[in-house]
């Protein structure tokens, strides 16, 4: 399973390593926006933005780079 994870994460890495920016922009700027205080609620965002990332380098991985 883990060879199957690792595999898998280096078939997007490209993909993750293109959109995980404009990713990050707009969770920033949504926790900005919402004025979001306190560590626990910033370390929630920096997973949440984490997993959003690894998610849109999946699609755009999917729908555009595998074609």
Do not use: C, K, P
Not at 1 to 23: E, M, P
Not at 33 to 45: I, P, R, S, Y
Request: proline share 0%.
């Amino acid at each position: 399973r883990r060879v199957l994870f690792r595999s898998w994460l280096a078939d997007i890495s490209y993909s993750v390593f293109l959109i995980h920016y404009a990713v990050a922009m707009f969770t920033t700027s949504v926790v900005l926006a919402l004025n979001v205080q306190g560590l626990a609620l910033h370390a929630a965002a920096f997973m949440l933005t984490w997993v959003l990332s690894i998610g849109a380098g999946h699609a755009l991985h999917r729908w555009v780079e595998s074609r």
